[in-house]
């Protein structure tokens, strides 16, 4: 997805569609004038989205820690919901 947000930036970019501000940039730029910042962007922001969805399957019980972190993600929401503060504690909620 990066590559194709990349291209996607610079077509705008040399298309004049857009530009960025030199006042909110650092002024390093890579190819065809498109800012460091915009590629750190793409990079960041679906890390974070990724882990953002793991910490709540993982906080809301959707999803046991061991088959997160191997990639078996069973999706199927079954009993009452919990919320896990640490791995003693453990507050049911009533629905």
């Known amino acids: 997805m990066v590559i194709i947000f ?3 930036d610079v077509v ?6 857009w530009s960025y501000s030199p006042r909110f940039t650092t002024g ?7 800012p460091i910042e915009e590629l750190v962007f793409f990079i960041v922001v679906p890390i974070c989205g990724l882990l953002t969805y793991a910490v709540g399957a993982f906080a809301f019980g959707d999803v046991h820690h061991d088959r997160l972190l191997s990639g078996q993600v069973n ?4 009993g009452t919901p919990r919320v896990r503060l640490s791995r003693n504690v453990t507050f049911t909620t009533s629905t």
Do not use: H, N, P, V
């Open 12 to 17: 705008g970019i040399l298309r004049d569609r």
């Open 6 to 8: 990349s291209i996607w």
């Open 28 to 34: 390093w730029e890579l190819i065809f004038g498109m």
């Open 75 to 78: 999706s199927a929401r079954t």
